[in-house]
């Protein structure tokens, strides 16, 4: 009987795994911190043979080959990728014995990188795995755009294929087990659940449900932002990561952390936002421990710059450097653990600033406040509080020259992100409120928000707005609203006037999803139109219980 264990990488949103049998076994895309991988081999009293890299890694340090240094184990590396060390290179169709009666089967998949390699697990010449990497994912795919701007349509086209040898290859009972998606910027789309199969791929996989035109169309109109550090990444796992070092940082006093700010060095506080915001050394910044503090330090962390970490315990600086080691920020320069108590020099007091919801920001008005949105561009576009600014996060530092005067009430989709862009600004002696909310909330709140819900644009146009349907003509002959204009989106970018009846009234445009109508409601509003669109177009419309027509006839 085989077996695969789960590595997971949590604060990356990733996966690593451990397959084998009675006495040997594989370990795939493991990562930097491999004591859990030796750990887990131990516990099933089995020998490592073969560590497995489905791909040169572009969001976190390997811990490959050190691993298989280690252990003795071969180090496996698709043959496509250019690395400087001694590695067995690996091509499709190759086979890798772990033990009698169990193996994995080399499939190359690219896409991701163009080197991609997936790995079906084969026991006794039947599929029951297959290690996917950052191909086939849960419900979508790895991005292809981490590789070389020039190479991401092509890419791209690669993915779609790849997702098609898979899903055509192998049985539809064999486990899908990726390395990306559980929360990874390196996944393409947004990934659900966490399990599935091939059959169950085949059914409502984007890259296997669409055509080939469809999906990459799709898939490029949605990628989102690129964390900063992944820049370093590719580079250092070609060049062979060193050693991780997880021994504790050396202590810092009160004395050296204010030297350290003062030198222009970052000190981050660890503790929780409510604690951070109650009392913090003056300019440190605020990155949680818990949650994607890796993702989103390295993101902002100019590379390469010192950085000392401060924590409430012995275990939460442990837990943090250990994150931090997996993106490549290895040594803290220095650490302190504790209370801002032990952090402050004698007569120095603690900075604060307060924290609100978005009931109270409506409650307070926009008189003299600044609303500011840290979100990113494809969250943002989901919907937004009318009039606010937008700096997302990961731009934050290098635009706090365009925030106007008064109290910054700034924002994301929960709280962390506010809770970081708050101690930046605070950093800076800047006045700040800290919405520790979900955006949800915005809307029943009362804030008005830039987009409509279908009630909203039902009322807006009951009381004389014209209500603009955007999609092509097929789209709109399978159901639309009653009191619609039709105007594609295709017209309306080619310069195509309005209907008449439209001229000189306020618009809500409407379309099958919201995205299309997201860009007629910014042309509109270019043109010098009172313009607003439908959150998640006649889908949400539908589903409200709204009226819809279909040819003609009201259904």
Not at 91 to 112: F, K, N, Q, S, Y
Request: glycine share 10%; proline share 6%.
């Amino acid at each position: 009987m085989s077996f695969v264990d789960t590595i997971e990488v949590p604060g990356l949103g990733n996966r690593g795994y451990l397959a084998g049998g009675a006495h040997s076994a594989v370990v795939v895309d493991p990562p930097r911190d491999i004591d859990r991988v030796i750990e887990a081999a131990a516990r099933r009293g089995v020998r490592l043979t073969h560590v497995v890299e489905t791909h040169v890694h572009n969001d976190y340090v390997s811990g490959g080959l050190e691993l298989a240094h280690l252990t003795g184990a071969s180090y496996l590396v698709p043959a496509g990728a250019r690395v400087a060390y001694e590695r067995t290179a690996v091509a499709d169709g190759d086979v890798l014995e772990i033990e009698e009666g169990l193996a994995l089967r080399a499939l190359a998949t690219p896409g991701h990188t163009p080197h991609h390699t997936s790995y079906v697990l084969e026991e006794n010449g039947r599929a029951t795995a297959v290690f996917t990497g950052g191909s086939l994912l849960i419900g979508t795919v790895g991005r292809p755009d981490l590789v070389e701007p020039r190479l991401t349509g092509e890419l791209a086209r690669a993915q779609h294929a790849s997702a098609h040898r898979l899903a055509a290859e192998l049985p539809e009972e064999t486990a899908v087990l990726p390395t990306h998606g559980f929360g990874s910027f390196c996944s393409a789309g947004d990934a659900s659940g966490t399990a599935t199969t091939i059959g169950r791929e085949r059914a409502v996989n984007e890259a296997l449900v669409k055509d080939v035109d469809t999906f990459v169309a799709e898939l490029l109109a949605g990628l989102d932002d690129i964390p900063a550090y992944y820049a370093h990444m590719a580079p250092l796992n070609s060049r062979g990561p060193a050693p991780v070092d997880l021994t504790p940082p050396r202590p810092a006093d009160a004395e050296e952390i204010a030297a350290r700010l003062a030198a222009g060095e970052w000190v981050v506080d660890l503790r929780n936002r409510v604690a951070f915001a109650e009392g913090h050394v003056s300019g440190t910044f605020n990155f949680e421990a818990e949650g994607q503090l890796a993702t989103y330090l390295a993101w902002l962390l100019p590379w390469g710059k010192p950085v000392s970490l401060l924590a409430e315990s012995a275990a939460q600086l442990a837990a943090a450097q250990r994150e931090l080691a997996r993106v490549g920020i290895d040594r803290p320069a220095a650490a302190a653990t504790g209370a801002p108590g032990a952090w402050l020099r004698p007569g120095d007091a603690p900075r604060t600033f307060p924290r609100a919801t978005f009931a109270e920001l409506a409650a307070h008005g926009r008189d003299g406040a600044v609303v500011l949105d840290v979100r990113r561009d494809s969250e943002r576009a989901g919907d937004h509080i009318r009039g606010s600014l937008h700096i997302p996060l990961h731009q934050l530092r290098e635009r706090l020259g365009e925030i106007p005067g008064g109290t910054v009430w700034v924002h994301c989709a929960g709280g962390m992100r506010a809770a970081v862009a708050a101690s930046l600004l605070d950093a800076t002696g800047r006045d700040v409120v800290a919405v520790d909310d979900g955006f949800g909330a915005a809307r029943e709140a009362g804030l008005p928000m830039a987009r409509l819900t279908p009630a909203e644009a039902q009322e807006r146009t009951d009381a004389g707005a014209v209500l603009l349907d955007v999609r092509e003509a097929a789209d709109w002959a399978t159901g639309h609203a009653p009191q619609a204009l039709h105007t594609p989106l295709s017209a309306l970018t080619a310069g195509a006037p309005l209907p008449p009846v439209a001229e000189d009234r306020p618009i809500v445009v409407i379309c099958r999803s919201g995205r299309r109508s997201r860009q007629a409601a910014a042309l509109l509003t270019a043109r010098g139109l009172d313009a607003v669109d439908v959150v998640g177009g006649m889908g949400a419309w539908s589903a409200a219980g709204l009226a819809v027509s279909v040819e003609g006839t009201l259904e």
